[in-house]
């Protein structure tokens, strides 16, 4: 049996089958909980939740990270969100898709920013947190589902900070909201970019791999580690 909430809310997400493949490499629900305990008890000013494609609806897993913000924000653990995500795989921006999503379901405009940058997790944690720096939030957390911010978080506390949170979510507590998790309606095409070449086409298998290592973003801006 999986040892963590993956197996409970496996429809959320992925296939059974790769779910123990991937266990080993999520945070567990033990881990998960003392992280969401650690950022109730500090707080963040800002969040950057990761993206994903966007195809006529939105994924469960999207749905998810989208809740669990919200979640979050309605706590006061997190006083704003950073929704990242360029045009990837298709031609919507993710983080506009996911801005539009926010709002349907309840997150004040006002606390909403979009990065439009990033094409793979580790530019979503990176240039996330350059713009939370450029709003001038001090606080800063990446929150995601537990495999997505367990993979991360070298990156995160390598090479970007080691003060720079990590609240991945807590599948006991997303699945208690689960009566309130509605499909809003959105109009798509805000989001909608032309012309548009999917990064498949753009990028060779090797420079996507760069990519997803974080060895695609230039060196000289890599933020020095703060404390």
Request: charged content about 25%.
């Amino acid at each position: 049996m999986l040892k963590n909430g993956f197996q409970r809310i496996s429809a959320w997400a992925l296939p059974v089958w790769l779910l123990a493949t991937l266990d080993s490499c999520s945070f567990s629900s033990r881990a998960s909980r003392q992280l969401l305990y650690q950022a109730r008890q500090k707080g963040y000013d800002v969040i950057i939740v990761p993206g994903g494609p966007f195809d006529s609806a939105w994924s469960r897993v999207i749905k998810a990270r989208m809740y669990w913000s919200k979640y979050l924000f309605d706590q006061g653990i997190a006083r704003n969100i950073i929704f990242s995500g360029a045009a990837v795989y298709t031609p919507y921006v993710e983080s506009r898709i996911m801005a539009l999503y926010g709002e349907a379901i309840g997150i004040p405009k006002d606390h909403i920013f979009l990065e439009t940058r990033a094409e793979h997790s580790t530019e979503n944690a990176f240039y996330g947190y350059q713009k939370a720096k450029e709003l001038h939030f001090q606080r800063i957390a990446l929150a995601s589902d537990p495999f997505q911010a367990r993979l991360l978080k070298r990156f995160v506390r390598k090479k970007i900070s080691p003060s720079m949170g990590l609240i991945p979510i807590v599948w006991d507590t997303l699945r208690s909201l689960e009566s309130q998790m509605t499909d809003p309606a959105i109009d798509a095409r805000q989001a909608e970019i032309e012309p548009f070449v999917p990064i498949t086409r753009r990028q060779s298998i090797w420079k996507r791999l760069k990519g997803t290592l974080g060895w695609n973003i230039d060196r000289h801006r890599l933020p020095k580690p703060t404390y």
